[in-house]
């Protein structure tokens, strides 16, 4: 059936290669659980281990990428959706301060330990940049999973992530433009002006028009209202955040905060939200693992500046945010600190520009890679840590109510 | 920042695509529900709107392509939840006989047809195996959403669509091998036997195993246990069917219904699945009406043979299946026979299959596309008025209770 199967080969490989993504993440995750360590550590790791670099079970492609981001967009949606607009604008001014302490010092120290290994300035300088990226979907992952998405230094995190990434969007135009030879500043300032606009009006004019639109929803015949309307709205912002250039991420986040307050009664939602979650949240992170090149690792100088890398992305990151939250206690500082550690999928991304661009040869490539996905399997075992008296106080209290809803054993309970 | 526009422009664009094709489904979904018609046909017709053939603002790719498969997969999957397997097993012999009558009706008249038209044996045989496929998709969409899954029909029209599809495969398989000059018949023997045997082993053995092991699954560590259990049995099954030559639907409707006694306690299952099935199964709908070309209609003689072709296809399955089911009465032999009508992407999968080989040219390659798409819009009307006295029915005894799940409002009316 050679027809039949020269027909049928894609379809099957594609599904394969996701069966495949898919059992690695939960058995890793699983494993990692039963180890007390966080399952996102876990189902990266799975990544590596079906990836190129060693099983070659499976490897990223479009299709892999897309479902990776789809999976992280509505990550931050369910975050947003726990978010309320009032508790990040009450952390504002601090997350303000951690956020450009933690893209000051990275990019920085990243580019001074580049030029001290031999660098051209404009690849160091890139390797700075893609060292001022903080993917949030991790320690979103992680908090959220702990149920301590509601915790002081939670919000704070968030709102440095969202300005964390127009700076990095800022700085990223910027170093663009002069590896093309001359700095067009008026372009940079629209892109200032639009990604800032765009966040600003969205946070601020987002929650009263939904929730204002929220009730007229859930009267539409089409059933599922309210979920259908956050899917869409989701979509829709994540589309409007990328054409502005600012991470879709950020747009599903505002999306999810901007809808936080209308899908208040809406269980069934967050309970639907957390299925589609569910299903695609492992497609981000085993794709980032996948990403992973060992290939790299061919001479002792690159493994020693893959190492070097890794440490002052980590501790630039951990000292320069934790700085600017410093007079919230050492340990709180730490926690944030240690939230805004992992590059993930930003930080691959910025690597791709700089090397599309050719400011970056293949061999920093793979290190700036190996950073990105080093950054993010080491982040959660250590935020899990930091976080560990809250959880303990938080399970007292109770754990999460599963999205608010009421299921049949609870009710036999309150017979 | 055409740099960063050009680093970010391929995803934007596929989110872009994504956003249009979710947006349109569910505005025309809406309509046609104030129309009291059909929500699928109305997202069927939203991807016509919006595809290629009309607006141009979207079009299919191996993207949609796989978002669409994935979506219909767990489509039948919830499909197959909902199916114990005794309730099919009781209408086995019933199924059998709507399912070959079924086949070979439009089999025949296919075939007549494209040989009065003029065809080559071939072609004509070619376009006659596409009108044996039925797409099942269509008409569980559209029971599911009356909530009558549960009705004798409904069953009867699952386990034929089943048998369907295996005749289907080996007769695509048989019409190939001729298409290729010599039909190796032991080649045909050995699908024949994979496909029967994995469709019985999984439909016998699958849900005692599956019943005793989902206990074991609640008490995973990573949470979700049961949820994360279906996607990776649903995922995992497509895929071996796949490889066997099934459509991965079959796969997964027979991963659904291994685990329907096992996930009878999981509401939550039940409703994160929806979660995944209503963000999905729009991109399945759209993408067919997508796929649609109206560049075929260039000359009255191809117009006339697309209603032509679309009118065999509807009147062969009706009277064909409905033939078989004839002693039911005849309301419900038409509510069958007209389940088995949408043709969908079974039909253009084979259409595709021909095209490849060469046997079909690119104008009666338009033609199949036309009927697939055309029998898939037009069934559903109808089996909403077919359908109509049980769903009176079933309405009196109290609307589908969402999956089972017990909501805060629920307790309200309690208290």
């Not at 897309?66 to 967009?73: F, K, N, P, Y």
């Not at 269980?267 to 939200?273: C, I, L």
């Not at 293949?362 to 075992?381: C, D, K, Q, R, S």
């Amino acid at each position: 059936m050679h027809y039949l199967a020269a027909a049928i080969s894609g379809e099957a490989r594609v599904l394969l290669t996701l069966f495949i993504m898919l059992l690695a993440a939960k058995l890793m995750a699983e494993l990692f659980e039963r180890l007390r360590q966080p399952a996102v550590a876990g189902e990266i790791l799975a990544g590596v281990i079906i990836g190129p670099s060693l099983l070659a079970l499976a490897a990223p492609s479009e299709i892999t990428d897309l479902l990776a981001e789809i999976g992280v967009i509505f990550l931050l949606f369910t975050v947003g959706l726990e978010t309320k607009p009032a508790a990040i604008f009450k952390v504002g001014k601090r997350a303000a301060i951690v956020a450009v302490l933690g893209v000051v010092a990275p990019l920085l120290c990243g580019w001074l330990l580049m030029r001290a290994w031999g660098s051209s300035g404009i690849e160091a300088l890139f390797v700075g940049t893609a060292m001022v990226a903080t993917s949030v979907g991790i320690t979103a992952r992680v908090l959220s999973g702990m149920g301590l998405l509601d915790a002081p230094t939670a919000r704070i995190i968030l709102g440095a992530a969202v300005i964390d990434d127009i700076l990095g969007l800022l700085i990223l135009s910027m170093v663009s433009s002069m590896a093309a030879g001359s700095v067009n500043y008026l372009e940079i300032l629209i892109t200032a002006a639009l990604a800032i606009g765009f966040t600003a009006f969205i946070a601020l004019v987002g929650a009263p028009v939904v929730t204002r639109v929220a009730p007229r929803v859930e009267q539409l015949r089409s059933g599922e209202g309210i979920f259908i309307f956050g899917l869409v709205l989701c979509l829709g912002l994540s589309v409007a955040a990328t054409y502005i250039g600012v991470a879709a991420i950020i747009g599903a986040f505002l999306a999810g905060m901007a809808l936080a307050e209308g899908a208040e009664d809406a269980p069934k939602m967050h309970s639907q939200m957390s299925g589609v979650t569910e299903f695609l949240v492992p497609f981000f992170l085993v794709n980032i693992g996948m990403k992973l090149s060992l290939e790299v690792f061919r001479s002792p100088s690159v493994i020693m500046l893959c190492a070097l890398v890794t440490l002052i992305a980590i501790a630039t990151k951990l000292l320069g945010c934790g700085l600017g939250a410093l007079n919230l206690g050492v340990r709180r500082a730490a926690q944030i600190g240690m939230g805004m550690v992992p590059r993930g999928e930003v930080g691959i991304i910025v690597a791709q520009i700089g090397l599309s661009l050719a400011v970056i040869g293949p061999e920093i490539y793979g290190v700036v890679l190996f950073m990105a996905v080093a950054t993010t399997v080491i982040a959660p075992p250590f935020l899990k840590l930091l976080y560990a008296n809250e959880a303990a106080a938080h399970d007292e209290i109770g754990p999460p109510d599963a999205g608010g809803i009421v299921t049949a054993k609870d009710l036999a309970k309150i017979a």
